[in-house]
T-cell receptor, first 119, second 109 residues
Framework: EAGVAQSPRYKIIEKRQSVAFWCNPISGHATLYWYQQILGQGPKLLIQFQNNGVVDDSQLPKDRFSAERLKGVDSTLKIQPAKLEDSAVYLC?????????????????FGQGTRLTVV | GQNIDQPTEMTATEGAIVQINCTYQTSGFNGLFWYQQHAGEAPTFLSYNVLDGLEEKGRFSSFLSRSKGYSYLLLKELQMKDSASYLCAVAQAGTALIFGKGTTLSVSS
């Protein structure tokens, strides 16, 4: 079974530039997440999709970040304009259903991530 | 609000046993997960607890006390390859995982 694919693996940009990340989830996975992981910290949820609808984007800085999941499959995350504090690894994860429901869990599978450096 | 606390770093030697603690405060609780993350790699699932008690899976065990908002991950017969970051994460109904900052475990020979 193919895993979650992300590209690019690494990206270096100057502040105020724009950048986009791409994620291809595991086939059949309805739930897709984008997480931001700053060095030395745990992943922080940016946005959760259920099929092509947004479930939770409360922690997405909407003045500069945007995400979409057209046709409920692939997803892109964009930052425009980037700031120095956006330097982090951006992880995409997918699962058949949301993480936990009625005492049953659904394992989330993570991609390798995109390491963004803003200089 | 949500708060998940775990120690920042721990060290241990090969063959030993180590316990990584996690305390949490969340509005709504639908299970606690532990993930392992090697440096530069993606997190991988280790365990899930939703009821009080101990879940054992090979060398790894995870415990949950919902009344105390407390969990631990127990690693036995430590190996060098267990050197990694261990992430405690809480699930709320129908939503994504909320992660703690992670505990970096260093195993030495």
């Amino acid at each position: 079974e193919a895993g979650v694919a992300q590209s690019p693996r690494y990206k270096i940009i100057e502040k105020r530039q724009s950048v986009a990340f791409w994620c291809n989830p595991i086939s059949g996975h309805a739930t897709l997440y984008w997480y931001q992981q700053i060095l030395g910290q745990g992943p922080k949820l940016l946005i959760q999709f259920q099929n092509n609808g947004v479930v939770d984007d409360s922690q997405l800085p909407k003045d500069r970040f945007s995400a979409e999941r057209l046709k409920g499959v692939d997803s892109t995350l964009k930052i425009q304009p980037a700031k120095l504090e956006d330097s982090a690894v951006y992880l995409c994860a997918s699962s058949l259903a949301p993480a936990s429901f009625r005492g049953k869990y659904t394992e989330a599978f993570f991609g390798q991530g995109t390491r963004l450096t803003v200089v | 609000g949500q708060n998940i606390d775990q120690p920042t770093e721990m060290t241990a030697t090969e063959g030993a046993i180590v316990q990584i603690n996690c305390t949490y405060q969340t509005s709504g609780f639908n299970g606690l997960f532990w993930y392992q993350q090697h440096a530069g790699e993606a997190p991988t699932f280790l365990s899930y607890n939703v009821l009080d008690g101990l879940e054992e899976k090979g060398r790894f065990s995870s415990f949950l006390s919902r009344s105390k908002g407390y969990s631990y991950l127990l690693l036995k017969e430590l190996q060098m390859k267990d050197s990694a970051s261990y992430l405690c994460a809480v699930a709320q109904a129908g939503t994504a995982l909320i992660f703690g900052k992670g505990t970096t475990l260093s195993v030495s020979s």
